[in-house]
């Protein structure tokens, strides 16, 4: 699978710190085509093509969601129940992005089936290289389930 055809959904309603992820990805050379959902609707949308999304074709999943936990309209880990909740997307791999440092979050979201929890770094140079690192396991060495390749 070609990595320009990895998607990454970003779901992230702070503009801030999607303009910062953004720029994190483009400054590492990862140009795989990111989708920036504002709220936990808008990432259920996405991930399963309806409301403002209905068009798109519902078999390109997403190659990883990084997911915030502190969203308006419906809560990350809302959003990671829902998406683990389904049959066709219970393996996208789901990264939770969050200043949160609280143990429950951390605890809730591995028992709903995360796959890695990371604290967003405050300064930019430390946010870059989690950025690089995340971008060259999730996207270049981590080997997705085949579901996902068939997208």
């Known amino acids: 699978m070609d990595h320009m055809n990895k998607t990454i959904l970003l ?16 400054r590492n050379n990862m140009l795989n085509p990111i989708v920036v959902a504002r709220d936990g609707v808008e990432a259920l949308d996405y991930v ?3 409301g403002a999304y209905a068009g798109r074709d519902a078999k390109a999943l997403p190659t990883v969601i990084l997911l915030d936990l502190k969203l ?9 129940k829902a998406v683990r909740g389904n ?12 200043s949160s440092k609280e143990e429950q979050d951390l605890i809730q979201s ?42």
């Open 11 to 26: 779901v992230e309603d702070n503009p801030d710190d999607a303009t910062l992820t953004l720029r994190a990805f483009k």
């Open 48 to 50: 399963f093509a309806r």
């Open 72 to 80: 308006p309209k419906l809560d990350g880990l809302n959003v990671l």
């Open 87 to 98: 049959e066709r997307t219970k393996l996208i791999p789901v990264v939770i992005m969050t």
């Open 110 to 151: 591995y028992s709903l089936g995360a796959n890695s929890y990371v604290h967003k770094p405050i300064d930019f140079a430390e946010f870059v290289e989690a950025v690089r690192v995340l971008g060259i396991y999730w996207l270049m060495m981590n080997q997705p389930p085949p579901v996902l390749n068939s997208a």
